[in-house]
């Protein structure tokens, strides 16, 4: 093969590969601002790029007890809230100001997270001890 054919080849390929989404990046997001209200951070490529807030914006509960914390994608413009490893009595949300929440649950096996909401509305994350009754939510301030 001459050397003019494997710059040939060479050059092809990397057009290629520059055209095409890398798995994994926020690049492969599918979903931006309120399109990804309601979807899955990390299915959705969203959380690739995920980072907490600076100063962090985290709640945690009167009495104590786990923390949870805004994150958002900058890529995707969207946030959720995401707690930490902690017993099933604990819930967690993200409230979108007048508008819709998305309520989880804490695991003692893996950090959990919400939905995302898009960054154009009002948000903010809440944390409470469920004891089958529910309504005494801790919640961040509106961002």
């Known amino acids: 093969m001459t050397t003019k054919k494997v710059l040939g080849t060479l050059v092809a390929g990397l ?14 997001a599918t979903c931006r601002g309120n399109a990804c ?3 899955n951070p990390k299915s959705t490529g969203c959380g690739d790029d995920a980072k907490s807030f600076s100063p962090r914006v985290v709640v945690t509960p009167a009495g104590g007890g786990p923390t ?14 995401r707690i930490e490893k902690a017993n099933g009595n604990w819930r ?13 649950n804490a695991s003692l096996d893996f950090e959990a997270y919400t939905p995302m ?19 005494s939510w801790s919640c961040t301030d509106w961002h």
């Open 68 to 81: 949870a914390e805004l994150r958002m994608s900058p890529s995707c413009s969207a946030a959720w809230a």
């Open 15 to 28: 057009a290629l590969a520059a055209l095409l989404p890398t798995a994994g990046t926020a690049e492969a």
């Open 117 to 135: 909401v898009g960054t154009s509305n009002a948000y903010r994350a809440c944390v409470e001890q469920y004891d089958g009754v529910g309504g």
């Open 37 to 39: 209200t309601g979807k």
């Open 92 to 104: 967690f949300k993200i409230e979108i100001k007048g508008g819709k929440s998305y309520v989880e």
